[in-house]
């Protein structure tokens, strides 16, 4: 029976995993569940999961659980705040952790199960892009096992060779084939883009996700984090990444080897696939996503992405390459620029200049320590909410 903690239970992919979960109650038992302030989605997961523990956000949201698991006679201890999530990931009680918080808020508990030696399924794709170097060196020294699931990385991971090194020319690879949906601003005219709502940027053509991500698919700032993401995962520099286009999203990403062959991971895109395959690994379960029919797709198609419609995209590789903290300075520009979007106080197309001018003000340093990466976050989110207030000022 593996134990299961998951942090961001609430979330488009806490609830995909609770799917899992729940058809196959023989093999997982859940033991902590987290939600920031969707006190009664999570009290009515406590009701079918009876997990041991269950954290949330604030002392008034604690409150209210504890009465509502109260009233159905549920014993599940409720606590609140960052250092109770670090408890449930790193509990002696759990074996997995899914890290499924969005942002820089799943950095702390992140890294707390996997200096914890747990089995991360790493769906936080911002902690590995704030702090990746100290997280894949608490991943080795610990001995967790780091799982990815975000789709485009599960499908790499199984393309990979099993004994992999993190060396791609140790085992033939040329390059990871990172695939992109595009977003559902592809074919629009970039003119066209100063006006878009919310709504509209949140309306993804292929996959149903939280709000932050699918701002992050449309700007391909998805991408960009995935790229960096790839990176340490894998091991691979910014040369060995390409991104492709592939709308369809059917093809999940792909792995280029020097002998000319390219192996791929194909499937519906549901979210359900990759989490079940980091749940069961190395075995295989079923995750209630139907077979993919081919037939039915009929046509797969792939582009090279355009950088100038797409400057997130830009920002990330320059990112990348610059190393240290300016990937860290990257996401929390990042995260501020998509808040003001989401609340209306910017437009679509300030995202991308808020970051770059974040990028451009603030020197990047060394990622020596988390503290060092926290403090260049706390930098970057200032320095973006100042040149927010100018451009509202304007
Ligand atoms: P979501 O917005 O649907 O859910 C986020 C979860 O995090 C919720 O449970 C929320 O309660 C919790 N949360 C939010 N702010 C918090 C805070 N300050 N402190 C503690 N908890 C907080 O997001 P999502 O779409 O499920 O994405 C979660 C993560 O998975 C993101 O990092 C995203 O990039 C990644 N991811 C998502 C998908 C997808 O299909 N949704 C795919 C790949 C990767
Ligand atoms: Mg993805």
Excluded at 39 to 49: G, K, P, R, Y
Aim: charged fraction near 20%; glycine fraction near 8%.
């Amino acid at each position: 029976m593996q134990r299961i903690t998951i942090l961001g239970a609430t979330g488009s992919i806490g609830v995909s995993t609770l799917d899992v979960l729940a058809r196959h109650p023989e093999r997982y038992s859940v033991y902590a569940l987290s939600a920031h302030s969707r006190v009664e989605e999570l009290a009515a997961q406590c009701a079918q999961f009876k997990p041991a523990r269950a954290v949330v956000g604030t002392a008034a949201a604690a409150a209210q659980l504890q009465a509502l698991l109260q009233a159905q006679g549920l014993r599940t201890e409720v606590e609140y705040g960052e250092a109770a999530l670090c408890a449930i990931a790193s509990a002696a009680e759990t074996d997995t952790v899914m890290a499924a918080i969005v942002g820089a808020a799943g950095l702390a508990p992140t890294l707390a199960a996997a200096r914890a030696g747990k089995k991360v399924l790493l769906a936080n794709k911002e902690a590995l892009v704030m702090s990746g170097q100290l997280f894949m060196d608490a991943v080795h020294e610990s001995g967790a096992v780091l799982l990815p699931i975000d789709s485009e990385h599960n499908a790499i991971f199984q393309c990979l060779p099993q004994h992999y090194s993190r060396v791609p020319g140790a085992s033939g690879v040329t390059k990871i084939l990172l695939t992109a949906s595009g977003g559902p601003f592809l074919k629009r005219a970039v003119e066209t883009l100063d006006t878009v709502t919310p709504d509209e940027a949140c309306k993804h053509p292929k996959w149903s996700m939280g709000r932050k991500i699918s701002v992050d698919s449309a700007t391909m700032m998805n991408k960009g984090l995935e790229v960096i993401e790839a990176h340490w995962l894998f091991g691979a520099s910014a040369e060995q990444i390409e991104v492709v286009i592939h709308p369809q999203s059917v093809v999940h990403s792909m792995v280029s080897y020097n002998d000319g062959s390219v192996l791929a991971e194909l499937g519906n895109p549901d979210m359900r696939t990759p989490i079940a395959h980091a749940l069961a690994y190395p075995e295989r379960i079923a995750s209630g996503v139907a077979q993919l029919d081919l037939a039915q797709v009929g046509t797969l198609q792939f582009e090279r992405p355009d950088f100038v419609q797409f400057p997130c995209l830009a920002l990330a590789f320059d990112a990348l390459k610059a190393g240290g903290t300016a990937p860290a300075l990257l996401n929390a520009a990042n995260e501020v620029a998509v808040a003001a979007f989401l609340d209306g106080r910017i437009g679509f197309r300030q995202i991308d200049r808020v970051i770059a001018k974040v990028m451009d003000e603030l020197p990047h340093g060394a990622a020596a320590s988390i503290a060092a990466v926290m403090e260049q976050d706390g930098l970057a989110r200032a320095a973006a909410e100042r040149f927010i207030a100018s451009l509202r000022a304007q």
